[in-house]
């Protein structure tokens, strides 16, 4: 329900309308009730009221005023102007300073009713972007007043989970990537740094005894097509508002250290950690050193796939393999291993850690990566060319409602990964995520542009690769920046 603030000098006529608003508007409430504009920009300041219904003639500051001092003060707040006949030029001229509409005196409840409940769904509106934008500052770390959350978070109680798809969001290769949010009428509010990431936050009040767990579960259903792992990340319990900062930055921490290469799992905040395991270095890459040492190129090629898979095996997470990975790259480069793409090695190491669905794949794309040159793989040489690329991107634009992955296109078009990814990046300046998503996107646009033809959201989803509406949903709002019916009705 929205707040209403209503400011009258005349007890009788402030009565009248919160009358209305109690019988005839049930999406509103009065919040607070003053006789004077000076009152009014107290409870403005202090109950942060969604609607302000104020007369113009009052002690202290009048309307005309008081609509200034709001307007200077920057309150996100929608101004209601109540008038006379003899004060209906003000009214008007009122808007210019910042009042969204006047009623005229004697308030008639049919006028007053139709007036809210035209302004309910701009307020849907507004409270929508800013969440956004406070979810999105939460997750930055940036620091946010605990009455403004309080305002836009109302229900109190929250639970809260990630839920991230494969690896840790790339850092170099995620360029042109979108942040993912929650379509404007789900209750559940979700936030995602890329396509492949949902922060989940859902009030208490939708959730019946331990049924959240069961709730992220279906969404990750959603987005399976087979091959996929996930990490959850959740707290079982509910945390109160001026706790969800605190929650969020446990969440995200608690991702980057415990994810697993190609292991679903879920992890409970509320479990004790168990320690790491850090390993000592030099235990591990002794051998690697002594390949180096005497020239010995295959010997080391195998010892660095050794490693991989032996850190698969122990369940090492994503960043402690990637630390460790970084030791390799300086054993290998401090012995005079000359690495065959020294140039894009940061993007095809990130994408393959991002991409690999187990250890097995990843060892075999770092190889590939490290190890094997065009002289090793000349075939890369005759794909290395705009028409090869055309050919790719033929294929993928012909098969993208499938569950296509940049496994599945290298197997189909007989390409490495690490090589699919150099090509795509070398012609189209994007990555697989990217590219895939930005076909999906376009189809879209152009099956809701066809004259005459009015297809449901749902339908469309599924013909460009989602089974979800509400993730369909969320995707092309981020490409958009429209929503579907939006899109529709523009």
């Not at 200034?68 to 008038?83: A, P, Q």
């Not at 019946?208 to 259903?221: A, G, N, P, T």
Request: with cysteine; charged share 30%.
């Amino acid at each position: 329900m929205y707040s209403v603030l209503v400011a009258d000098d005349e007890p009788a006529a402030r009565k009248h309308i919160e009358t209305i608003i109690a019988r005839k508007c049930p999406g509103y409430y009065v919040s607070g009730s003053v006789s004077n504009g000076g009152e009014a920009l107290k409870k403005v300041r202090q109950l942060q009221p969604d609607v302000l219904i104020t007369d113009i003639r009052m002690p202290v500051l009048n309307g005309i005023e008081l609509v200034k001092r709001i307007v200077e003060e920057k309150e996100d707040i929608i101004i209601v102007l109540v008038s006379g006949y003899s004060d209906f030029s003000y009214a008007q001229s009122a808007i210019r300073l910042g009042v969204s509409d006047y009623i005229l005196k004697p308030v008639v409840p049919l006028e007053l009713q139709r007036m809210l409940e035209n302004m309910e769904e701009r307020l849907k509106v507004q409270y929508w972007r800013n969440r956004n934008l406070i979810i999105r500052k939460l997750c930055a770390g940036d620091g946010i007043s605990e009455k403004i959350i309080d305002r836009y978070f109302p229900e109190g109680l929250y639970y809260a989970a990630i839920i991230r798809m494969n690896g840790l969001p790339c850092r170099f290769s995620g360029y042109g990537r979108k942040e993912i949010f929650s379509d404007i009428n789900e209750r559940m509010l979700i936030y995602g740094r890329d396509e492949r990431e949902m922060l989940c936050i859902c009030p208490h009040e939708l959730i019946e005894e331990h049924d959240f767990l069961r709730l992220i579960q279906s969404e990750i259903e959603k987005q399976k097509s087979g091959t996929e792992y996930f990490t959850v990340v959740t707290s079982d319990e509910p945390v109160k508002t001026m706790g969800l900062a605190d929650t969020i930055d446990k969440l995200y921490q608690t991702l980057a250290r415990k994810l697993v290469l190609g292991k679903s799992r879920v992890i409970h905040l509320e479990e004790p950690g168990s320690a790491e395991r850090e390993g000592n270095i030099q235990d591990y890459l002794y051998p690697l050193q002594a390949y180096c040492k005497k020239k010995n190129r295959q010997k080391a090629r195998e010892e660095v796939k050794r490693l991989l898979l032996l850190w698969g095996e122990e369940e090492r997470p994503q960043l402690w393999v990637e630390n460790m990975f970084n030791h390799i790259l300086y054993v290998l480069q401090e012995f005079g291993e000359k690495l065959s793409c020294e140039g894009e090695l940061g993007f095809l190491v990130e994408e393959a850690f991002a991409n690999a669905e187990n250890m097995q794949e990843l060892s075999e794309n770092i190889d590939q990566i490290l190890f094997v040159g065009s002289e090793e793989n000349p075939v890369f040489e005759k794909m290395d060319t705009r028409e090869y690329y055309e050919k790719v991107m033929k294929y993928i634009g012909d098969n993208f409602s499938r569950q296509l992955t940049l496994a599945s296109v290298g197997r189909e078009m007989g390409i490495s990964q690490p090589y699919l990814s150099k090509l795509l990046r070398k012609y189209g300046d994007e990555s697989f995520t990217v590219c895939l998503t930005r076909l999906r996107m376009e189809r879209a646009k152009e099956l809701m542009s066809v004259p005459g033809q009015k297809l449901y959201i749902k339908d469309i989803a599924e013909q460009v690769g989602y089974k979800d509406q509400f993730y369909f949903s969320r995707m092309f709002r981020a490409y958009t920046g429209q929503s579907p019916s939006d899109f529709y009705n523009g």
